[in-house]
């Protein structure tokens, strides 16, 4: 064994301790992303788990072209109110207002308490009304009551 394999040897053993050296940061940091992402998941999945509502009744005043939905959080999750959506026969309505057991500008909606949609220039009665929460989880309703 000459001076040749040595050097050969010396210069292989360097390769793969650079080799090593970048690759080691670039496995742990996407070992770290996948711990995350599956913490994230565990935690959007014990929301949901914890979150239910309840659609009390939705009314339709035809004289005055407005449907107001009532619906209780029976869940232990504190929802938010900008990322409750209503939908009238499967079309998202974004010109609503709302208000938490009476107060408007409420951000959150506590559990036990109910959230009042009032949605205006409603031309008729709805078929179907659907409220789906932030988490996921959706109540929906074809009985839509009318009141004059």
Same mark, same amino acid.
């Given at each position: 064994?000459?001076?040749?394999?040595?050097?050969?040897?010396?210069?292989?053993?360097?390769?793969?301790?650079?080799?090593?050296?970048?690759?080691?940061?670039?496995?742990?940091?996407?070992?770290e992303a996948h711990t995350e992402?599956?913490?994230?998941?565990?935690?959007?999945?014990?929301?949901?788990?914890?979150?239910?509502i309840s659609l009390e009744n939705?009314?339709?005043?035809?004289?005055?072209?407005?449907?107001?939905?009532?619906?209780?959080?029976?869940?232990?999750?504190t929802l938010r109110v900008d990322? =409750?959506?209503?939908?009238? !026969?499967?079309?998202?309505?974004? *010109?609503?207002?709302?208000? $938490?057991? #009476?107060?408007?500008? &409420?951000?959150?909606?506590?559990?036990?308490?109910?959230? =009042?949609?009032?949605?205006? !220039?409603?031309?008729?009665?709805? *078929?179907?009304?659907?409220? $789906?929460? #932030?988490?996921?989880? &959706?109540?929906?309703?074809?009985?839509?009551?009318?009141?004059?």
């Amino acid at each position: 064994m000459g001076f040749s394999t040595s050097a050969a040897a010396t210069i292989i053993f360097i390769g793969v301790l650079l080799s090593f050296g970048f690759l080691y940061p670039v496995v742990e940091e996407t070992a770290e992303a996948h711990t995350e992402a599956f913490d994230d998941r565990d935690d959007r999945s014990l929301a949901q788990r914890n979150t239910d509502i309840s659609l009390e009744n939705s009314t339709y005043n035809e004289s005055a072209q407005t449907l107001s939905v009532n619906v209780t959080n029976t869940g232990t999750t504190t929802l938010r109110v900008d990322e =409750t959506d209503l939908l009238l !026969d499967g079309v998202i309505e974004t *010109d609503s207002e709302t208000t $938490v057991d #009476g107060v408007s500008d &409420r951000a959150l909606w506590l559990p036990g308490e109910t959230l =009042t949609v009032v949605v205006d !220039d409603v031309s008729e009665a709805p *078929d179907r009304v659907h409220v $789906v929460t #932030g988490p996921g989880v &959706r109540v929906s309703t074809t009985d839509v009551g009318e009141e004059s």
